[in-house]
């Protein structure tokens, strides 16, 4: 028997350890949950800096909900920013992928599908391409943009990926 509960610990410790290596969270803001309703749309923004004025209006449609930025390198660059400095909003949540497999995590899952909003920040469109697309995060983002009117939007990279065609660079840049 104690090997048994041995062995069962030992698995839920390291099922935690693998979950916690495929993402890194960074939450900022209220715990909370809210129930505004989303106002929708869609804020597109090429490299470099931010437009604080797009950025205002991309929380603004938030209606006072909760932010969710999903990326694939970096770290919590737009807590701050979005809740501090633009605010308006109950939270805001960075979940960075680390691996693919993060895009079956249930705690992911959970993020997407209580986003009011959510930003796809700059990097590497391909790590974005082959962690998310054909998996569940790609249908729950899509499913929350039909069926609950989020508002979405994406710099560089992030901006790259939410158009009907896209270029992948996983063979690097066009040259």
Known sequence: MIKILTTIAL??????AAAQTNYTSYFTGSTDGVDP?????????????????????????????????L???????????????????NSV??????AASASYEPYVHQRIQEAEAIWFAGGDQWNYIS????TPVDSLIREAVVQRNIVIGGTSAGMVILGDHQFSAQNGTVS
């Open 37 to 69: 309703i989303a106002q929708g749309g869609i804020c597109l923004m090429g490299g470099a800096t931010e437009n604080d004025s797009a950025m205002a209006w991309f929380l603004q449609r938030a209606s006072g909900g909760d932010v969710l930025v």
């Open 93 to 98: 949540e960075t979940i960075v992928f680390n």
């Open 11 to 16: 698995c839920c410790v390291l099922h935690s």
């Open 131 to 134: 962690y998310w697309r054909g």
């Open 71 to 89: 990326r694939a390198s970096g770290s919590d660059g737009y807590n701050d920013y979005m809740y501090t400095d633009l605010g308006g909003v």
